[in-house]
Nanobody
Framework: QLVESGGGLVYTGDSLRLSCATS????????MTWVRQAPGKDLEWVAK????????AYADSVKGRFIISEENRGTTLYLQMNNLQPDDTAVYYC??????????RGQGTQVTVFS
């Protein structure tokens, strides 16, 4: 089970840190991904991490602003989001998968960025 938290209502330029807690498994065997879905749009991957190596990758749209990390022996995943923009408004999910349909994933947390 994956449970996201940390979303909220912020203004352009603000920061948020999303968390994803797991129960029943640890990340290490999986590629963990943060994905988002804006209203009327498809799921879009944002960032991913290979817990066994610590290697990370980011979508161009968030590179330099978002940081993915994990701790607690691979049971908590984070997404530090800096310099948020209105285009970052979406429901954010953590997923234990790196390709569509990004399953399994949690229930999501809403991030809304006002200009």
């Amino acid at each position: 089970q994956l449970v996201e938290s940390g979303g909220g209502l912020v203004y352009t330029g603000d920061s948020l840190r999303l968390s994803c807690a797991t129960s029943g498994f640890v990340f290490e065997p999986y590629v963990m991904t943060w994905v988002r879905q804006a209203p009327g749009k498809d799921l879009e991957w944002v960032a991913k991490i290979f817990p066994s190596s610590g290697t990370t990758a980011y979508a161009d749209s968030v590179k330099g602003r978002f940081i993915i990390s994990e701790e607690n022996r691979g049971t908590t995943l984070y997404l530090q989001m800096n310099n948020l923009q209105p285009d970052d408004t979406a429901v954010y999910y953590c997923a234990a998968a790196s390709v569509k349909p990004f399953r399994p994933r949690g229930q999501g947390t809403q991030v809304t960025v006002f200009s």
